[in-house]
């Protein structure tokens, strides 16, 4: 009697060893679910497609991203601060972007004249 009960206490603690690894290797092989990347954007300041969504206006008055309905976003923002030759972090970019409005003194950030504007474009990925 005592060793039918040891048998069955092993055999019971075996089938729950097995149920865990079984359990463990089938969270392990789960697929996860790709998301499609976002496709990317060009953005542009070819004035015969000023009518563009993509367009880049000038001058650039602001560069602030606030709660989405007034600023920019960083896509666009990365597309002037290339077009303006200003480099860094999306933070810096912004905040360089922001001083130069600032120091502009409400005129906005004209658009540079050595750039031939009708072939440039700058492709967003992100």
């Known amino acids: 009697m005592v060793e ?74 990365m597309a002037y601060s290339t077009a303006l030759s200003v480099t860094g972090r999306v933070a810096k970019r912004r905040e360089k972007l922001q001083n130069m409005i600032v120091s502009a003194k409400g005129a906005g950030i004209e658009r540079p004249g050595d750039i031939d504007w009708s072939t440039w474009n700058y492709q967003s990925y992100n």
């Open 4 to 77: 039918e009960i040891r048998l069955f206490s092993e055999a019971q603690g075996q089938n729950y060893e097995q149920l865990s690894v079984s359990a463990s290797v089938q969270n392990d092989t789960k697929v996860k679910q790709e998301t499609k990347p976002r496709p990317y954007v060009l953005f542009h300041s070819n004035d015969e497609k000023s009518s563009d969504i993509n367009y880049l206006s000038f001058p650039l008055k602001d560069a602030d991203k606030n709660d989405g309905t007034t600023g920019i976003t960083n896509r666009r923002m």
